[in-house]
């Protein structure tokens, strides 16, 4: 309810209520409301680490304000406990605010999650991450990257959640150290030279003289470590932020004395911004973009946030009502109901109440009964009761009384209103959603028909769902309602969702595995529309699926079966039509999963983000692939487009690095959608489909090395042991399958704004690497992930390298870089490689150069070019 009332008010103060990811976070007169920070069940009953965290929160919204120079800090935080805490009169019941929800979630040590903190990020450079895990052991004052200052880590782990921006030192698996042409000689990765620190392997010092001149190395074991303090200038939050002097990000003030961002070293952060400083980033950011949230002098207390503590309920007790505007079509409407009874008997549990309302004229089954009631049954069933008696509105106002009937004050009550309209009501009245806001009812709404929803922003922020989708995908809109009813640990896989159309006296013959990770109870629906077809499913054992019922009024066959480790592996369905007519079958296959600490099924979640500040806009079609917090990394992820009710593109979707996919190997599979032809809605199926077995899952540990104890130099006693990480590869046996589907999204006039149709540029290539250097004959060698014509598809026509002696010159202007002459490329084919594939080429400088910056772009086939990519240096001679 405080959330609720809360989003409202936010909502009107700032009319900014658009909500890209499921966080609320919002800022207003220099105050972020609305951050959820949620303890995960994982976390022992803890009261003083409680305290910690919220003493930790107070001096890290005086961090913030520091580091934004005045701008943002923490005003308002919910925090979500467990139920396994034990209750207190101050925390408030919880029902809208929910751990998927939350921004970020401390959690313990567990198999099935990544054992160290870290920030979920698909986009980056200005744009939100999901949420930010971090681990109790920040708290513990040894931790390499938080030591004695937690407060300063969580600002910047908050600075990659909230405004998109990177670490500044190497990241795990790259080179620590670079070659800097402005100091002609390596330099450690970090982003001003202010941060002072010593070059050890062990006890000894690692001397510019023990260089290896053939790969340009430190010997092996050389780190660098900063001081824990005595840093000239104050930057970077984004670099080692425990530096005691360190409180800004890094900027582009080139004011003497002043240290300013080092645009060289190749982070992630040059990397993937266009070597823009992260300040730049953060200071162009909505949050502060034209002065939005300029700078004030508040004083410490004012600082200091408001804390709002919710508890999670034992148990969750949903009261459903459910009002249906089905069409006038006898067959539509038959899957209406049928993808109504499939959203009823999957899923919720037997505390979830149901009232069907389908005519509020008509009182017989709109009491809240038991789902699996005869009751609700029937009023599924009667496909052909006659509906136009009541209007929508009426229908609407009987359900919103219905669930006002209800105590509300018992723990877990939670209230849905759920609209699926076919017809030309197309969304709720403000009245109506402003009453349902005060009473506690969760509005959602799945519109079927042309229209698009009206209020949908409203519905959202009310923390409802709201989507607009074609009848043939109904199945797939119900399922993202259920998943968003459900907490994570109860929510069913989808294996697949297809429809398909039989001829008559046909059969047809289908496969589907089952990976490792599945255990629990499968499913089978065959949703048929005139004749019941015969269904034979068969398990990778040979042996026929035992359970099966037919419910003939709503004209679908279920089969069950119990699915543990022998089970896993290939399944096998057959469908015969048995009459001369065509028949229309949705099949859907799903898996109820049983779930365990150390063992979570492979989920999959897939989502579109289009970014505006292009123009004609960019659309990124995403899909994440992942067991639990680990990755699972060569999946076969294909993205279907459509639009209205049509397939509009297929399109590869990838994990591999490079243009939309931002960082290789995390589970996050990226690709763009340029094939854009008509205005109007669009959404997206994601299926993953592994014909060859090749997926694996990764999970990265985080090791903690101990440091040697140095007696000669106190100061480096401060140092907590350094990290290293290791990953262990799980191959999959079986081979994995999935479907899911994303929300809508509006092509609308703003692509309008080039004529000729849109032709994108090729993306910009952002992982650039020099693979190998031949320093007698200066011979460079290149590698790259290809974009494609128009952004990451197709292929593009040509690639322009360019160098400079001077790295920076060249990132500040790399049009007036040298280009490299076809003549100094060695073995290529010439033409660029089809989008996702590796490039490599060879490059031959001139004699005299020492060293040498490159960087280089992609242009397609109507001279339009990409922007230029990320850039790399090496040295021939010292
Ligand atoms: C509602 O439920 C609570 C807790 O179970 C109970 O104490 C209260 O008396 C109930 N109120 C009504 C009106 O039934
Ligand atoms: C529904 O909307 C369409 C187009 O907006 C209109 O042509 C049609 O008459 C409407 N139907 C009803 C029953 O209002
Ligand atoms: C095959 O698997 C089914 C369940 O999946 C089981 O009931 C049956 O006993 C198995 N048959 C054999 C021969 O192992
Ligand atoms: C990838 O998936 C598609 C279907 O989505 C399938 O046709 C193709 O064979 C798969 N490729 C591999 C290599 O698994
Ligand atoms: C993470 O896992 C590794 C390997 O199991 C272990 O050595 C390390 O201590 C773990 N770290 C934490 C914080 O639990
Ligand atoms: C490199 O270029 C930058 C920017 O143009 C300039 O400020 C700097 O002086 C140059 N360095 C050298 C060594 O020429």
């Known amino acids: 309810m405080e959330l609720l009332k809360f989003l409202l008010f936010i909502c009107l103060m700032t009319g900014a209520c658009a909500l890209e990811t499921q966080s609320h976070l919002k800022i207003s007169r220099n105050g972020y409301q609305l951050l959820v920070v949620a303890v995960h069940d994982s976390v022992p009953d803890n009261p003083a680490l409680f305290e910690k965290i919220k003493t930790t929160f107070t001096k890290a919204s005086k961090v913030l304000y520091t580091a934004t120079r005045n701008r943002a800090y923490f005003q308002k935080i919910f925090f979500l406990l467990p139920n396994t805490w034990t209750n207190r009169p101050e925390y408030k019941p919880s029902t809208s605010v929910t751990i998927s929800g939350a921004d970020i979630i401390f959690s313990a040590p567990r198999s099935t999650r990544r054992n160290f903190s870290h920030t979920r990020m698909y986009a980056g450079c200005g744009h939100q991450g999901f949420h930010t895990q971090l681990l109790t052991d920040i708290f513990s004052n040894s931790h390499p990257l938080v030591q004695s200052s937690p407060e300063k880590f969580i600002v910047h782990e908050f600075a990659k959640l909230r405004y998109g921006v990177f670490e500044e030192y190497s ?83 080139q004011t003497p ?49 408001q804390f709002i503590v919710f508890r999670a309920p034992s148990r969750r007790r949903r009261r459903l009502a459910v009002v249906l505007d089905p069409p006038q079509e006898f067959h539509k409407r038959l899957r209406l109901h049928q993808a109504v009874d499939h959203f009823l008997t999957e899923g919720f549990d037997d505390e979830t109440k149901v009232a069907i309302i389908t005519n509020a004229a008509h009182r017989k ?36 009384e219905i669930l006002k009937k209800r105590n509300s004050t018992k723990e877990g009550m939670e209230f849905h209103l759920i609209v699926i309209s076919c017809n030309n009501q197309s969304g709720f009245e403000t009245e109506v959603l402003q009453e349902m806001a005060t009473t506690g009812i969760t509005p959602h709404f799945i519109h079927c028909g042309e229209n698009g929803i009206e209020n949908m922003e409203k519905i959202r922020l009310q923390g409802g769902h709201a989507e607009s989708r074609n009848q043939r995908s109904i199945f797939y809109a119900v399922q993202r309602l259920s998943d968003k009813l459900h907490d994570e640990k109860d929510v069913s896989v989808q294996i697949s969702n297809e429809n398909i159309e039989l001829d008559g006296d046909t059969a047809y013959h289908s ?40 419910d003939r009024k709503l004209r679908y066959i279920r089969l069950t079966s119990l699915v543990s480790h022998n089970e ?137 090395l101990p440091t040697e104890k140095d007696t000669e130099d106190d100061q480096h006693d401060l140092h907590a042991p350094r990290l290293d990480y290791h990953t262990e590869k799980i191959p999959l046996r079986h081979r994995l399958k999935r479907s899911t589907s994303s929300g809508e999204f509006h092509v609308d006039h703003r692509w309008d704004s080039l004529s000729g149709g849109y032709d994108y540029p090729p993306a910009r290539i952002n992982d650039l690497t020099v693979t190998r250097v031949n320093r007698k004959d200066r011979k460079v060698s290149l590698s790259w992930t290809a974009p494609g014509s128009d952004l990451d598809n197709g292929r593009a026509s040509s690639y322009e390298i360019r160098y400079n002696t001077n790295g920076t010159a060249l990132v500040l202007n790399p049009k007036k870089g040298m280009l490299v002459k076809e003549d100094m490329l060695g073995d290529t084919s010439g033409k660029p490689k089809e989008a996702g594939q590796v490039e490599t080429v060879t490059v031959q400088f001139p004699a005299k150069m020492k060293w040498v910056a490159i960087m280089l772009r992609s242009i397609d086939e109507n001279n339009n070019a990409g922007e230029f990519s990320n850039m790399v240096t090496t040295y021939f001679v010292l």
């Open 568 to 704: 896993q592996g290939k399944w096998s369905i057959t469908i015969k039509n048995k009459t001369p007519n065509k028949e229309s079958i949705n099949v859907l296959v799903m898996l109820q999963p049983i779930i365990s600490e150390d063992e979570v099924p492979i989920r999959t979640n897939a989502w579109v983000k289009v970014f505006h500040e292009h123009s004609p806009p960019r659309v990124g079609v995403y899909a994440e692939v992942m067991n639990g917090g680990h990755p699972v990394v060569n999946a076969n992820v294909t993205a279907h487009v459509y639009h209205e009710d049509r397939k509009v593109a297929v399109i590869p979707l990838r994990d591999s690095g490079g243009g939309f996919d931002i960082m290789k190997n995390d589970g996050i599979y990226s690709n763009s959608f340029t094939e854009i032809e008509s205005q109007g809605r669009h959404y997206v199926e994601v299926m993953i489909e592994d014909v060859l077995t090749n997926s694996e899952i990764h999970r990265t540990y985080e090791l903690q």
């Open 365 to 400: 089954g709109t009491r809240m009964r038991s789902r699996r009631s005869a009751a609700v049954k029937s009023s599924l069933q009667s496909i052909d009761q006659f509906y136009s008696l009541s209007t929508m509105r009426s229908r609407i106002r009987r359900g919103i």
């Open 171 to 253: 990241s795990p698996g790259e080179n620590q150290f670079y070659f800097s042409t402005t100091y002609g000689r390596l330099d450690p990765v970090r982003c001003t030279v202010g941060l002072r620190g010593v070059i050890k392997n062990g006890q000894a010092f690692c001397l510019f003289s023990s260089i290896d001149p053939e790969t340009g190395e430190f010997p092996p074991g050389c780190t660098y470590i900063p001081y824990p303090f005595r840093a000239s200038g104050t930057a970077s939050m984004m670099d080692h932020q425990y530096v005691r002097e360190i409180k800004d990000f890094c900027d582009d003030d």
């Open 257 to 305: 004395g002043h240290f300013s961002h080092n645009v060289e070293p190749p982070n992630r952060q040059n990397r993937l911004c266009s070597h823009r400083s992260t300040w730049d980033i953060i200071s162009n950011t909505p949050d502060f973009l034209n002065n939005a949230n300029p700078p004030g002098s508040l004083s410490d207390s004012q600082l200091t946030p």
């Open 511 to 550: 496969e589907f595995s089952l990976d490792d990770s599945l255990r629990g109870e499968l499913t089978i629906r065959l949703h048929y529309s005139t004749s019941e077809p015969s269904v034979q499913v068969v398990a990778p054992n040979g042996s026929e699926c035992i359970y099966k019922s037919t």
